[in-house]
């Protein structure tokens, strides 16, 4: 079965950037997802076809995907970004299969 | 106002039966893929399956971990999207997500849309 990894957790000061990553077999020839959930709460769509932001997402969250990589950047990350994060990617036989998730701690 | 909830998660012995129910609203419900998400406490993300839209005759699939025991259906007429959970064990214990996937005209816009959850405890 199809498998997507993540760092359990990544650490950023605030203004700074973060990044965190996705990897799985040849991840760039599908299209990747991100989701960010907060505790408590239902997950949130952030990033789509690995780049695109939904309406209402601030502009320092960015996606790109390629090789068997796909990377979410958090530009000038605020205290209201500290939540998990999960990317997910689909294709015909694996459906909607979730990455295991990354803690973004902001120091 | 695109709504999605759902209903009907509670507390059952192992080996029972349990059926979620997830009602949309606001959007053209059989134009969209409906799928299942399941996270158990304090871990990640899990697709549980999903319903296609009408025009792939609402057709159905399953993960692995429930294929056999878990059925998703979906009443065009009511707008809602069911889970029937049959022969029910411990590690089923988690919080249920009904989700808005591909759509018709907008196959690649991801899970774009979550309901709040509904909690189902496998235990005895």
């Known amino acids: 079965s199809y498998e997507l990894t993540q760092p359990p957790s990544v650490s950023v000061s605030p203004g700074q950037t973060a990044s965190i990553t996705c990897s799985g077999d040849?991840?760039?020839?599908?299209?990747a997802y991100w989701y960010q959930q907060k505790p408590g709460q239902s997950p949130v769509l952030v990033i789509y076809q690995d780049s695109k932001r939904p309406s209402g997402i601030p502009e320092r969250f960015s996606g790109s995907n390629s090789g068997n990589t796909a990377t979410l950047t958090i530009s000038g990350t605020q205290a209201m970004d500290e939540a998990d994060y999960y990317c997910?990617?689909?294709?015909?036989?694996?459906?909607?299969?979730f990455g295991g998730g990354t803690k973004v701690t902001v120091l | 106002e695109v709504q999605l909830v759902e209903s009907g998660g509670g507390l059952v012995q192992p080996g029972g039966s349990l059926r979620l129910s997830c009602t949309a609203s606001g959007f053209t419900f059989s134009d969209h893929y409906m799928d299942w998400v399941r996270q158990a406490p304090g871990k990640g993300l899990e697709w549980v399956g999903r319903s296609r839209y009408k025009a792939n005759s609402y057709t159905t699939e399953n993960a692995a971990s429930v294929k056999g025991r878990f059925t998703i259906s979906r009443d065009e007429s009511k707008n809602s999207l069911y889970l029937q959970m049959n022969s029910l064990k411990t590690e089923d214990t988690a919080v249920y997500y009904c989700a808005r996937g591909p759509g018709y005209y907008d196959f690649w816009s991801g899970y774009s849309f979550w309901g709040q959850g509904t909690l189902v405890t496998v235990s005895s």
């Open positions: 040849k991840l760039g020839n599908n299209y």
């Open positions: 997910q990617a689909w294709d015909t036989s694996t459906a909607g299969v």
